[in-house]
DNA sequence: GCCCCATTGACAACAGATTGTCAATATGAC
DNA sequence: GTCATATTGACAATCTGTTGTCAATGGGGC
């Protein structure tokens, strides 16, 4: 019995570590020819809404706000993200997208398009949602564990 | 249209991500008190059955071989793992379990075992497997695509 | 108003993974 | 058998993420 339930925990780990790795190529390949990477994308992406601290954005994301602070100095560095003064704190001042990281984000998005596509078109819109589901529902189970 | 598929491929691969990070820290708190890391856990696991040269264990777990040689060459050095001839190929020698690695994962197994019970306890085995399921899927057809 | 505590940014050390390159070793076509 | 090709290990550079520590900031109990 629990041999069994140890082989689940093992193969949940291995896909995930696998999907992991799948999605990042994935990204990676979208992002390169905009001249980003997929972390700087994936930054980027998360304050097209709206600006963000750098804690928000680990949070939201589920990484340690080290990680994201070095690469949101990196993308005001290279100019497609900015500072702005958080009315509420002080020190946490908001990341937003410059121009020319709202112009990069967009030229990513009809490749984003074009391999969205391939993969619904694959799997199935109704598969994949479900799939999407299945992984988060393991997410919010594992973070309840936790 | 597009755009509620580019929105699956995010999401898709945000909690990709994410469950990276979990499955990553969860398997850390369990390699830790035996005194491996994820990371070497993984590969030692990969040989347990049977002994495979570094690039098998590359493939089998979708990682680069380079990866997989550092985590092969300290556990050589820790004395966890060892190298053996491959009567297949004089190169690529087969890393296989030592005694000592032998216990290491044997005590890493009840408390493998006491996570693996939680999991399945708070999401239910059927959900779990389907969810393994789903993910495995979508890791056949990213592959496909790829 | 003051102090305790959590959050935050800065900095450093380190782990794990990738890519790229080169030489050594199979493998297969011919 | 020979040669082109693919696989493999070794080495190096780089990216992304982690943990740990410290000081600055903000918020809540008193």
Redesign the pocket.
């Known amino acids: 019995m629990s041999r069994q339930q140890q082989e689940l925990l093992s193969s949940a780990a291995l896909i995930a570590?696998r999907l992991n790795?799948q999605f990042l190529?994935v990204a990676e390949q979208l992002a390169r020819p905009a001249g980003l990477?997929?972390?700087?994308w994936?930054v980027l992406g998360a304050v097209v809404g709206a600006p963000l601290?750098?804690?928000?954005i680990g949070?939201s994301m589920g990484?340690?706000?080290?990680?994201v602070?070095?690469?949101a100095?990196?993308l005001v560095d290279k100019g497609f993200a900015e500072y702005h003064e958080n009315p509420?704190?002080?020190?946490?001042?908001l990341v937003a997208l410059t121009d020319a990281g709202r112009a990069t984000i967009a030229a990513i998005s009809p490749q984003h398009a074009h391999e969205a596509a391939r993969l619904v078109t694959a799997m199935g819109a109704t598969e994949l949602a479900n799939a999407i589901a299945a992984m988060t529902k393991l997410s919010e189970v594992l973070d309840a564990l936790a």
């Open positions: 570590f790795g190529a990477t997929a972390a700087w994936q601290s750098v804690s928000d949070r990484i340690s706000r080290q990680a602070q070095r690469t100095d990196l509420a704190h002080r020190r946490a001042k």
